[in-house]
């Protein structure tokens, strides 16, 4: 079955250093999002991408987030200059079509431990 | 602004138990409610999805229902087992999915 997958599954950085998320969503789907969830909190949504552009994103999502999807299949999250409290678990999630039934799929996560 | 809520925030039953996990929704004007489990540094597994047109959907042992004049949803857990054992959470969208703060549901043995 087809499923999200995301790279690397533990990052550990320096505050103030880039990272770079990775997710590759299932083939034939055309919306994606990026969500992080803070240990102890609820999901947080970050970020939508259709069309190669962003359609929504959140009070999180500043100018040290940006999102990219550099091919037809990878689907990245970039943060410029890491803070303590980036430190979460990034989920990256798609679905097929603007349809009734968008059933969003979730990728397994990255979890980013800032020091 | 939307807010979902879930109650309980922990529940621990007996196997075999039946139960029920509570959402609350304060927006009415959702699309979808998708429920989800969660593993303890894991991933989200999508378990259910009902169309706001419906009023319910069955997987297996899970069933969820909807409400959306009342901003409501539950799901039902028939026959626990100590596999279970997860956090449980539901979303509503739009688009966009907003997450309430899950439920976490120990099955004992």
């Known amino acids: 079955e087809p499923e999200v997958t995301q790279t690397p599954s533990h990052q550990v950085t320096q505050m103030g250093q880039e990272v770079i998320l990775r997710c590759v969503p299932i083939s034939n789907h055309l919306y994606f999002y990026w969500y992080r969830q803070i240990l102890g909190q609820k999901v947080e949504f970050l970020v939508s991408f259709y069309n190669n552009e962003i359609s929504e994103k959140s009070e999180i999502f500043d100018d040290q987030f940006s999102v990219e999807r550099p091919d037809g299949s990878n689907f990245t999250l970039k943060i410029r200059s890491t803070k303590l409290e980036d430190s979460a678990m990034y989920f990256c999630?798609?679905?097929?079509?603007?349809?009734?039934?968008?059933?969003?799929?979730f990728g397994p996560g990255t979890r980013l431990t800032v020091l | 602004k939307q807010e979902v809520t879930q109650i309980p925030a922990a529940l621990s039953v007996p196997e075999g138990e039946n139960l029920v996990l509570n959402c609350s929704f304060t927006?009415?004007?959702?699309?979808?409610l998708q429920w989800f489990r969660q593993d303890p540094g894991k991933g989200l597994t999508s378990l259910l999805l009902i169309q706001s047109s419906q009023r319910e959907q069955t997987s297996g042992r899970l069933n969820a229902s909807l409400d959306k004049s009342s901003g409501r949803s539950t799901l039902y857990i028939a026959a626990s087992q100590p596999g279970d054992s997860a956090t449980y959470l539901c979303a509503v969208t739009g688009g966009k999915l907003i997450f309430g703060q899950g439920t976490e549901l120990s099955v004992k043995p």
């Open positions: 999630a798609s679905y097929r079509l603007a349809s009734s039934y968008n059933e969003q799929f």
């Open positions: 927006d009415s004007a959702i699309y979808n």
